[in-house]
């Protein structure tokens, strides 16, 4: 990891999430700048971007900004290295376990969700190739009719 500052607009541009959007994060405390310049404005760090990655990553799978915060808490103590007690460590362990699991449920509904969406556009798909192929088969007989 650099210890390099970007400015809110490079990670806006780097993690796809608009300027309001990180603003709000920094607001509910998800995602605080790292720095301020000496201009006052927010400076982000690779370690900012990885968590605002994970919040974009977690947001279209329906959770809410109190269970990103909790996963977040549950990372940065884990990754901060030291040692924790055994016990906590295992806990901590559990509540990641915890939203892995949910992860994979909410993957399994959107791929469900996936497929029954594709069968429905091959319906209708369908149905428009049918239609055409009809009105062409009338066309052709009125022409012969003439």
């Known amino acids: 990891m650099s210890g390099e500052h970007m400015q ?3 990670v806006a541009a780097r993690t796809e999430l608009s ?7 920094e607001e509910t405390g998800l995602v605080i700048p790292s720095a301020r ?6 400076l982000y ?22 269970e990103m915060r909790d996963l977040l808490a549950a990372t940065d103590r884990l990754d901060a290295g030291g040692d924790l007690p055994d016990g906590v460590r295992e806990q901590l ?3 990641v376990r915890d939203f892995e699991e949910a992860t994979q449920r909410r993957v399994a509904d959107l791929r469900t969700q996936l ?7 091959a ?4 149905r428009l190739s049918d239609g055409s192929a009809r009105s062409e088969e009338v ?6 009719k003439s």
């Open 8 to 10: 809110i607009g490079e």
């Open 93 to 95: 362990l559990s509540r």
């Open 115 to 121: 497929a029954r969406a594709e069968e429905f556009s």
């Open 37 to 42: 310049s000496q201009g006052g404005f927010r």
């Open 123 to 126: 319906t209708l798909a369908q």
């Open 139 to 144: 066309a052709y007989a009125r022409a012969d």
């Open 45 to 66: 760090t690779e370690a900012d971007v990885a968590r605002l990655m994970v919040i974009r990553r977690m947001k279209p799978l329906g959770f809410t900004l109190d």
């Open 19 to 25: 300027l309001r959007t990180i603003r709000h994060y």
